[in-house]
C-alpha cells in the first residue's frame, strides 16, 4: 500500500532529500508555501504531513492550527532547525506525531515516518 504524503517545506532540496527517502513506499506530494500546501491538503487528504515551522507565507504553527481544525486524525510531523518550537507546541496543546530536527539523519528520519505510517 502507498501511503499519500504532503511535504511543506519552502526549500527544494529539503523536499527533495525527503521524498527520496519515502517515495518507494509513498505518494509524495510537495508544496513550498503554506497556502499551497492546505490547498493540496484539502485535495488529497494525505495520510501524513511534514510540515516546516519557518514557511514564507505563514508560520508552520499557523497552518497546523488549520490543518487540525479541518482534520484532528492525520498524522503531521513538525520539521525545524529550532529544539525551542517543541516546547511551543507542547504548550499550545497541538497533537503532532512528531519532530523532525534539522540536521537530521537520514536513516533514522526513513525509520521514523515508516513506523508513523504503519502506526
Not at 29 to 43: C, H, L, N, Q, V
Request: glycine share 4%; no cysteine; proline share 3%.
Amino acid at each position: 500500500m502507498k501511503y499519500k504524503v504532503l511535504i511543506v517545506d519552502d526549500e527544494e532540496n529539503i523536499r527533495g532529500l525527503l521524498k527520496n527517502l519515502i517515495d518507494d513506499f509513498s505518494e509524495v506530494f510537495e508544496a513550498d508555501t503554506g497556502k499551497k500546501g492546505f490547498s493540496i491538503f484539502e485535495k488529497e487528504s494525505p495520510d501524513l504531513i511534514l510540515l516546516d515551522i519557518m514557511l514564507p507565507d505563514t508560520s508552520g504553527v499557523e497552518l497546523l492550527q488549520q490543518i487540525r481544525n479541518k482534520d484532528r486524525k492525520v498524522k503531521i510531523v513538525m520539521i525545524t532547525a529550532y529544539e525551542t518550537i517543541k516546547s511551543v507546541i507542547d504548550i499550545m496543546d497541538i497533537k503532532i506525531s512528531g519532530y523532525i530536527t534539522k540536521p537530521f539523519v537520514i536513516k533514522e528520519v526513513r525509520e521514523k515516518l515508516q513506523s508513523i505510517l504503519e502506526n
